[in-house]
């Protein structure tokens, strides 16, 4: 069965950024492609693709933006992408930058795709959003480009403009006057986003100055420990743990976002032995755990995070699980 698909909220933060900015209806434009405002918290949190995609297209219509991913794009810097913008900054060179691009891009957004193709003295990046049709997503493909414009430019200098680009979108006119597309041949209606690059650029070392507080090591466990799950089980505990603090997920949003029917999820829930009703509780009682080790988190404060309304229903159902209640389990395993 394939796995729910995820993204990190890392890049969607950029468009709710720039949204607040122009006095657009943010939060309600979330709510009605209904996502989690809360998981909004924390850059690293993971969030339903499908969804995502819909807040971004709905948000460039509303507000009438037909270049929506652009404007955003050219706002946006790769120290914005949260860890995973960290760790591409510490690349070598460029081409090691995109190798590990290459390599890390599913641990950002499991439904993206990019390879390198060498072709005489270039190397194609090629890029994929991999949706179904009816799934609209120019403006995140645009947004896309720019932000491999921008991690192009961290070695070739801000003024680089690539030999050739391939979009997926249709003739555009605008397009033709970006900034960052000046004197660039722009190819429509391509099967995939792809930018052509010198080859005698990839050894150029990277110009960025040493900012970052994490190693790049720390940066690659964290990542690929958080990833996506690759397993629909376990992408599905991860999209429900980032539902929880707005309260028990229903069932039809978690089968939306996973881009099916409820009959179907359920039948997928029978096929691995599973109910519905214990996947939540068991995500509930993971991450109970982790927040009790942490002394500091105050009981209400789980509880919250849980999806419970006050801290009396969260004791009664810890109490179902473990047999003691919250604050006799810290006692016990946490404050020895």
Not at 20 to 30: A, F, K, M, Q, V
Not at 73 to 100: M, N, P, V
Not at 166 to 190: V, W
Request: with cysteine; proline share 6%.
């Amino acid at each position: 069965m394939n796995p729910i698909p995820l993204v990190r909220v890392s890049p969607i933060l950029p468009f709710t950024k720039f949204l607040n900015s122009i006095g657009s209806p943010t939060d309600r434009l979330l709510r009605q492609a209904k996502l989690p405002l809360f998981a909004f918290d924390d850059p690293e949190a993971l969030l339903p693709v499908y969804p995502a995609l819909c807040f971004i297209e709905q948000a460039a219509q509303l507000e009438k933006i037909e270049l929506l991913g652009i404007l955003v794009g050219q706002q946006t810097e790769i120290a914005d992408l949260g860890l995973f913008g960290q760790l591409i900054r510490q690349s070598l060179t460029l081409y090691d930058l995109l190798k590990t691009v290459e390599r890390m891009i599913s641990t950002l957004n499991s439904q993206e795709q990019m390879w390198l193709v060498e072709e005489g003295d270039h190397v194609w990046l090629n890029h994929q959003l991999v949706c179904p049709a009816t799934i609209k997503n120019q403006q995140a493909n645009l947004y896309t480009v720019l932000l491999y414009l921008k991690a192009i430019q961290l070695a070739a200098g801000p003024r680089w403009r690539p030999t050739q680009l391939h979009l997926r979108s249709g003739y555009s006119r605008k397009l033709t006057e970006i900034e960052e597309f000046a004197n660039t041949p722009l190819h429509f209606n391509q099967p995939n986003t792809a930018i052509a690059i010198p080859k005698s650029l990839l050894s150029l070392p990277l110009r960025i100055k040493n900012d970052y507080n994490l190693s790049r090591q720390d940066c690659y466990h964290h990542l690929q420990t958080t990833a996506p799950s690759a397993e629909f089980v376990g992408s599905l505990q991860q999209l429900l743990q980032s539902l929880l603090r707005d309260g028990y997920p229903d069932i039809s949003l978690v089968a939306e976002a996973a881009g099916i029917s409820v009959r179907t999820f359920q039948r997928r829930l029978t096929e691995t032995n599973l109910s519905y009703s214990t996947l939540v509780e068991q995500v509930r009682f993971d991450r109970a755990i982790q927040l009790l080790y942490v002394p500091s988190i105050q009981l209400i404060d789980i509880a919250m995070e849980l999806g419970y309304n006050n801290a009396a229903n969260f004791t009664r159902a810890f109490k179902r699980w473990t047999g003691v209640s919250p604050r006799e389990f810290r006692r016990l395993h946490v404050n020895c």
